[in-house]
């Protein structure tokens, strides 16, 4: 038995989202291997879940995209570049967390990208600056896992929790973080970084 699937709900794409000229199209799925209900979008969505039951599969035709965990853009959040994700196991490396809720897209404001992490919070204590390179482990760079501040002074990032981009992630985007708090971290750990794929 094929599972039937209509004309999929177009939720519109908000003013001013990413860098200029640039274009976001995601698609998300009630079931695994994008079947049931399907949701384009092309710009934010607080609450996908007032259009489907739930997401089991997300394509991204042009992106990058962030998605949440929760409504509001709240909760584990989960960089979704372009390709497929068939199911939850494709867009997290989680085993407690597989929800997603809302979405929208990763602002990339220039084509250089530059980081700075700090070990305490309000930009205090040893700093590492990054540009334009992925870091799969800050400790191979010399700099321990405490990142308590940061400081995304061009381009977008995601930090993840441990090595090899590994466990939760965290978006910087374009803007200064004074506390772990602010790009939704419980603690200030993050042991490696790199930028979204476009």
Not at 2 to 31: N, R
Not at 52 to 64: K, N, T, Y
Not at 172 to 197: C, L, M, Y
Request: charged share 25%; net charge negative; with cysteine.
């Amino acid at each position: 038995m094929t599972e039937q699937q209509g004309t999929p709900d177009q939720l519109p794409a908000e003013k001013g989202q990413g860098g200029a000229g640039a274009t976001y199209k995601l698609a998300v799925f009630e079931f695994e291997n994008f079947r049931g209900t399907k949701v384009e979008l092309s710009g934010e969505c607080k609450d996908v879940l007032e259009k489907m039951q739930r997401v089991g599969s997300v394509i991204v035709e042009s992106g990058p995209w962030v998605g949440f965990e929760r409504p509001g853009f709240a909760g584990e959040q989960f960089v979704l570049e372009k390709g497929e994700y068939p199911r939850w196991s494709a867009w997290t490396n989680c085993q407690s967390t597989y929800n997603l809720t809302s979405f929208r897209p990763l602002k990339v404001d220039s084509a250089d990208h530059k980081l700075c992490l700090f070990e305490n919070a309000a930009f205090e204590g040893r700093k590492m600056e990054i540009v334009d390179d992925d870091v799969p482990s800050l400790w191979a760079y010399g700099f321990q896992d405490r990142v308590a501040s940061a400081k995304a002074i061009s381009g977008a990032w995601v930090g993840y929790m441990y090595p090899g981009y590994r466990g939760s992630q965290y978006v910087f985007e374009h803007g200064d973080f004074k506390h772990w708090n602010d790009w939704g971290a419980t603690a200030p750990q993050i042991q490696s970084v790199r930028q979204p794929s476009a």
